[in-house]
């Protein structure tokens, strides 16, 4: 695919940067075992960070910490307002709805793009990217995050037009993604971070 060329260079060239260590150590947080609050916590983070800032949503993420599973709806809503998130009100409501899904037992239950799937089909405030977003973080390596960042990329690098993203659509670029994760011998995870790097310079989560 003549059109990835450019990309493949920046990724080829950034794994024999120090991007290399700060991506693998990354990588290893997410394959740490985590505890039911910690699963949960992982869940807000992503329900979070739509159609908001990744950076600001964890650090309202360690700011509220296990308070995610207790806060009442209105007590959490508050929360979130003066530690600044924009939507305040419908993030409660998405968290305080998540807590009756035993994420054990549904991660247990599928594996993962039916997973991706059950998640996003029956958690309020969770679409294909923050589950894909949430699994990543909690270990699964093979699904991708199409954020803005990562389809900013693919657009300027002549891959892909801007897309409206349907079902369809997301795994048309997943696809994409995965190509691209071969040919630099990279998992979608790593790639993430790589991409996200080349876009904005940090290795977030």
């Given at each position: ?5 450019q990309?493949l260079?920046t990724i080829?060239?950034?794994?024999k940067t ?7 150590a990354?990588v290893r947080e997410?394959e740490s075992e ?11 983070f992503?329900?979070l960070?739509?159609n908001?800032?990744?950076?600001r949503?964890?650090?309202i993420?360690?700011e509220?910490g ?5 806060l009442t709806e209105p007590?959490?809503a508050s929360?979130?307002k003066q ?6 009100n ?6 305080v709805?998540?807590r009756?899904?035993?994420l054990r037992?549904?991660?247990?239950s599928?594996?993962?793009e039916?997973?991706r799937d ?9 679409g294909y ?8 973080n909690?270990g ?9 960042h990562?389809?900013?990329?693919l ?9 409206k993203?349907?079902?369809e ?14 040919e630099?011998n990279?998992n979608?995870?790593?790639l993430?971070l790589?991409?996200?790097f080349?876009?904005t ?5």
């Open positions: 695919m003549p059109e990835a060329i990309l260079r080829e060239d950034l794994k120090e991007v290399k260590d700060l991506v693998s990354r997410f985590k505890t039911d609050e910690g699963l949960f916590s992982e869940l807000c992503c329900i960070t739509a908001f800032d990744a950076e949503s964890i650090k993420q360690e509220i296990k308070n995610f599973l207790t007590e959490l929360e979130l530690l600044g998130h924009r939507f305040p419908t993030r409660a409501k998405y968290i709805g998540a009756r899904h035993t037992k549904i991660i247990d599928f594996e993962g039916e997973l059950w998640l996003a089909k029956n958690v309020k405030g969770i990217k923050e589950a894909s977003h949430f699994l990543r909690i699964f390596k093979n699904l991708a995050i199409l954020d803005f990562i389809i900013d990329v657009v300027r690098n002549g891959l892909i037009q801007k897309p993203l349907t079902r659509k997301y795994m048309e670029i997943e696809e994409l993604l995965r190509y691209i994760a071969a630099v990279l979608l995870a790593e993430d790589y991409l996200w080349a876009e310079g940090k290795v977030l989560k």
